[in-house]
């Protein structure tokens, strides 16, 4: 059984228009050591690892599918949405027993947006500012750069936290984000995500295309009984 879910997954964002794609992207995580050295994460946060598909056509219709919560035990479930402003729903597709949890979208979410039309992420110019007692925050423009076959803009972002500022630590720890954005498309295509102290973290764009996909990807599957959602909902999955 899954936990309760549904509720969690609707969002205030607007959909995305006019920028047609589909793409895998690749999450992985690794645990910097002491000693500097580096080997797989532990704990809980090793679900971190995971690939993640997206479809979305000229109308803003999104399908996501990525690893369940469940993945180490289920390894064959996946989390499947669809996410429709055109008809005004979410669909969550439970692929074992053949249904679609159905839920409307806010009524108050904004109107959707070209996706060329979002304000670029990369600053005009490098900037450094006091964020906090010992702590500095530099922001490089990066780029443009064209990755993955598509022209993107970066920005490096540089936390400086002075001794005993936050860290505990008796000598300065710098972490660093950088974030690579296609702005024709409106989305991220990488990231990488650098703390000294505990984890790197990157997400990498794969077969990335600017074709329309599928249109039956962005429907519920022929056959699937469409169940109307409320409220949190789980989901029976037989081992």
């Known amino acids: 059984m899954l936990p309760p879910m549904g509720l969690k997954m609707l969002t205030s964002e607007p959909s995305r228009t006019g920028a047609p794609y589909s793409a895998r992207e690749v999450s992985t995580s690794v645990q910097i ?30 399908r996501n599918e990525r690893p369940g919560i469940a993945a180490m035990q289920l390894p064959f479930f996946k989390i499947i949405t669809i996410e429709d402003p055109v008809a005004g729903y979410l669909y969550f597709l439970d692929t074992t027993n053949h249904v679609a949890h159905r839920m409307a979208l806010p009524a108050d979410r904004p109107a959707p947006v070209a996706a060329a039309d979002e304000i670029p992420m ?20 990066l780029g443009p ?10 920005r490096r972002t540089t936390t400086t936290y002075g001794p005993d500022s936050q ?5 300065p ?21 650098i703390n000294p102290a505990s984890v790197e973290s990157t997400t990498t764009t794969t077969e990335l295309k600017t074709t329309e996909p599928d249109p039956a990807l962005l429907q519920p599957p022929p056959g699937y009984k469409i169940e109307d959602e409320s409220s949190p909902f789980t989901i029976q999955i037989p081992r």
């Open 145 to 154: 750069a064209e990755l993955f076959g598509v022209a993107t803009i970066g």
């Open 167 to 171: 860290t505990g630590k008796d000598h």
């Open 122 to 141: 990369a600053p005009a110019h490098n900037t450094t500012e006091t964020v906090g007692p010992g702590i500095t925050r530099t922001v490089e423009a």
């Open 33 to 62: 050591n002491p000693d500097g050295t580096k080997g797989p994460v532990s704990g809980p946060t090793r679900y971190i690892d995971q690939e993640t598909v997206t479809y979305r056509d000229s109308l803003g219709r999104v």
């Open 173 to 193: 720890v710098t972490t660093t984000m950088e974030i690579w954005r296609a702005p024709a498309l409106g989305i991220i295509v990488s990231t990488r995500n």
